[in-house]
């Protein structure tokens, strides 16, 4: 039987296509510009996930390609944001929107982080980009620190699992029994207890049920991570409006990596995209 998460309500209607169009339009104007200024990688970054967000907002389906090109951009500036941080003299030639466009090395970033490093991974998986997984997994764990109290120890030990299983490293299971034990709330004390539980913990817990081959213990575990994706986001008005909300971004990239192996996925929701889930849109245009 289909278990259905219905999404919960955000902005709708003309003023949410409205937020959605002016967002993208500011981001090509951003990418446009990226090979004048070194500083600029930082906002494009952040002006590509929220247009990605924003779209899945209005086309929860992701049924338009509009939604997938936002999908690809964001993926794209993400993983030239960390393309540029690596060098510190020349340039670095990526793709993003469909052109091959030089970008000036920026050298180290401080958001060239850990957690934008997982944003930028998830929508590797979801767009099933092989090459950038392999880029992403392959930059030194100790390029993604930033200073002491920013983040728990265990977005580390995360980061470290998902590069060691991407490129076939050893120890995998130690390293993500690491990340179950760091991302406990009696260790992690930087992170809120809310944000953990709702949405940095849940994507750990179906990696777990995915590289064990648990194909009944999956959706379940997907089942509940959007529950709880949904209670975090509706505790109270002001994130049950917020965009960021819109899309269970690691949750939906596990699930891709469940669609992909076949595992029984029993469950429809809108925070997670079915034409994203299904990779409907694949090969439409390089990525």
């Not at 670095?92 to 944003?119: F, H, M, Q, Y």
């Not at 009696?186 to 081959?213: E, K, S």
Request: overall charge negative.
């Amino acid at each position: 039987m289909t278990v259905a998460i219905t999404r919960h309500d955000l902005q709708r209607g003309a003023e949410a296509e409205t937020l959605a169009n002016r967002l993208s339009e500011r981001l090509v104007r951003d990418i446009d510009k990226l090979d004048a200024s070194t500083a600029l990688i930082d906002l494009t970054c952040r002006s590509s996930l929220l247009a990605f967000r924003a779209r899945c907002a209005i086309d929860p389906r992701a049924s338009k390609v509009e939604t997938w090109e936002a999908t690809v951009n964001a993926m794209q500036v993400t993983s030239a944001l960390f393309a540029a941080s690596a060098v510190n003299e020349g340039t670095v030639e990526c793709r993003i929107n469909r052109k091959l466009r030089t970008i000036p090395a920026a050298g180290p970033l401080s958001t060239a982080d850990a957690g934008n490093w997982l944003s930028g991974f998830w929508l590797a998986v979801i767009c099933r980009d092989q090459e950038r997984m392999t880029q992403l997994s392959e930059i030194p764990l100790e390029r993604l620190r930033s200073p002491q109290g920013q983040y728990d120890e265990y977005i580390y030990h995360w980061v470290d699992t998902l590069q060691t299983w991407w490129l076939r490293g050893p120890d995998l299971a130690d390293k993500l029994i690491a990340t179950i034990e760091a991302s406990d709330p009696a260790v992690a004390q930087i992170t809120p207890r809310d944000l953990m539980d709702g949405t940095l913990y849940p994507p750990i817990n179906l990696f777990y049920h995915y590289v064990r081959q648990d194909r009944d213990g999956f959706s379940p575990a997907l089942t509940e991570a959007l529950k709880l994706h949904k209670a975090y986001w509706t505790l109270n008005e002001d994130r049950a409006t917020d965009i960021n909300g819109s899309i269970a971004l690691g949750p939906l990239a596990i699930a891709c990596l469940a669609y992909d192996a076949d595992f029984p996925l029993d469950i429809e929701s809108d925070y997670l995209p079915k034409h994203l889930l299904q990779r409907t849109w694949i090969g439409e245009f390089p990525t």
